[in-house]
């Protein structure tokens, strides 16, 4: 148990000891009671807000509960102060001994550290990726890979069970689009002479493999026969292989899924079908005609009677239709479906989509709590899209992909590592800028360069002690100070911030922290700088210098265990 789980259970052992003493009622809902560092570290170490939360529903004083909670805390051996502030917040200062028993765990834990039972197992599905299978990823893919896939890490983590998805979009109209751009390159192949790509087809050079494979299985059979011959499995195939792209380009991201699921398979299974008939039964589909589309008049616009979910019902401003007036199935009314599908093998639902999906988060949600009865948690994570530059200027398309560019050109040149760290460097609904120059610069202000950078120096302490000869003690942490406890402080505050970014699935809070956790190293580093005994290796001193290296590659646990959870791996040297 981490320091902070440990007292908050510390801090439930005096609440129940004054209810067992009349001054607490017992049964009081002790969910917003916290147990945190001070907002000033000057306040102390740890800080609970028991008093305020607690007061009201207990018809008493909050400084007067605080002063008798205070009393508790001070009795336990690691605390060495406790204070009450303002109208009732209480503040506790450890003892040294405390921090470098914690310092020690780091150690004894390793990549343990920081790992958590808070998802007590629940199931939850993390659909990330789900591009259109009609050519390779491109970066406004690219971001919303790494967040998806560094969330299901993290939720792993802090211990739920994750089912990794992908939802294959094989059913609509862009499928047959991407049959008809194959089958140009199918007579391209034969030896045609096709010309410009045809207005509205896929342009990009990736289908020119697709089209080579056509001819060699075909021949020249389907190059005058009637569209409704070759659609179907010129389409099938290739969307096989547009999916076997994507996979390779998510590989160069160490990106993986558990689980693909098709769109085209969820028709023909009958599953919108299913869905549909439960909500006729629940009443939360019907049969009516929509208004007319603002901006439309009388004349322009013709009232159809079609399927209606009563989405209006779950907080959405319209009911939405499932179905078109051909009776295909609108993208709502198949999404609905899959969400069905999902929540049947999930406790917990997670989509990452981008920002340009924003309009319709209300109606799935409202899908998803009509068809669980509520009870499926069901977030949307919106990822903004991510501008690509090169020294502030925009970067031109690529060649490969006909009109953007894509994956794995960017992995290719600065490396994946350097890919997932800058994706995660800021929160997923915040536009962000990638620069090619900025994001290998060896600066400071790229947090991929300062996070690595401290590691890196981490790791050469132990070489240099050894070029140095010396013959280390085993480490007495009592010769680590003030300045050096400072650092363990903030390496203790590891486990709650994987905590804090699984409950609000906010993967981005693991890079804020490794960067600042790298600004503390860096700082304590550079004290050498100014003063050579405050330096880690001392050649004169082989005590200090040991417990000094054992507080360092505990601080490099801590970014290695950090740097997993991003899919980033710690780098020992840098080049």
Known sequence: MTLYARFATYLNGVLDGLVTAGDLPAGLDRKGVTVEPPRDPSHGDLATNAAMVLAKPAGTNPRALAEKIAAGLQALEEVSEVSVAGPGFLNMRLTDATW???LAAIHAEAADYGRTDMGQGVHVNVEYVSANPTGPMHMGHCRGAVVGDALATLLEYAGHKVTREYYINDAGGQVDVLARSAHVRYREALGEDVGAIPEGLYPGDYLIPVGQKLAADYGDAMVAAPESEWLVPFRKQAVAAMMDMIRADLALLGIHHDLFSSEAELQKAGKPEAA?????????????????????TPEDWEPVELPLFRSTKFGDDQDRPIKKSNGSWTYFGADLAYHYQKAQAADQLIDIWGADHAGTVKRIQAAVAALTGGKTRFDVRLVQMVRLLRN?????????????VTLADVVQEVGKDVVRFTMLTRKADAQMDFDFAKVVEASKDNPVFYVQYAHARISSLGRRAAEAGLDLPAPDLSLLGTVELELVKRAAQFPRIVEAAAQNREPHRIAFYLNDLAASFHGWWNLGNDNPELR???????????????LARGIGQIIRNGLALMGVEALTEMQ
């Open 100 to 102: 470098r028993a914690e």
């Open 276 to 296: 549909e008939a439960w909500l006729r039964e629940q009443d939360l589909v019907y049969d009516g005609v929509l208004e007319a589309p603002k901006g439309e």
């Open 392 to 404: 502030g200027e925009p970067v031109k398309m690529s060649k490969r992909s006909g009109n953007f």
């Open 536 to 550: 880690v290796i001392v050649a004169t001193d082989p005590a200090t210098t040991s417990a000094r290296l054992f």
